[in-house]
């Protein structure tokens, strides 16, 4: 299981929480250290829509001058900002067993490890 994020993001915590308190072994890609992988994050917005992935709640995207915002139509514009600002990253988003979850949801991650998903 490989979980990306950013180590002092709070959501991020929580679910790596989870995940240890479950027992589940899971590698941490920290963007900040390691950075954002284009491959990656066209899988992600294949997935989940350009929307979903690009966190337009936080910090980094209110930061963004609107001409930034105003820029990102596009799953090519959305996933060059994200590269760019990988704060700007929705987390966590977790890949385990051919499942990808995107943020956290306890009930969802929950499920998840119930039906051997997870880990």
Not at 15 to 23: E, I, P, Q, S
Not at 55 to 61: A, E, K, V
Not at 77 to 100: N, Q, Y
Request: net charge negative; proline share 3%.
């Amino acid at each position: 299981m490989i979980v990306y994020g950013i180590k002092n993001c709070d959501t991020v915590k929580k679910a790596r929480a989870f995940l240890d308190g479950a027992g589940v072994a899971y590698i941490f890609h920290d963007y900040k250290k390691d950075g954002a992988d284009a491959e990656k994050l066209t899988q992600f917005v294949e997935a989940f829509g350009w929307e979903q992935v690009l966190n337009r709640r936080g910090t980094t995207w209110r930061k963004l001058p609107d001409e930034v915002q105003d820029a990102v139509k596009d799953n090519a514009s959305a996933i060059a900002l994200m590269l760019e600002h990988p704060s700007a990253i929705k987390r966590p988003i977790a890949e385990a067993k051919g499942r990808t979850l995107l943020g956290y949801d306890p009930v969802a991650w929950e499920m998840a490890l119930e039906m051997g998903e997870l880990g």
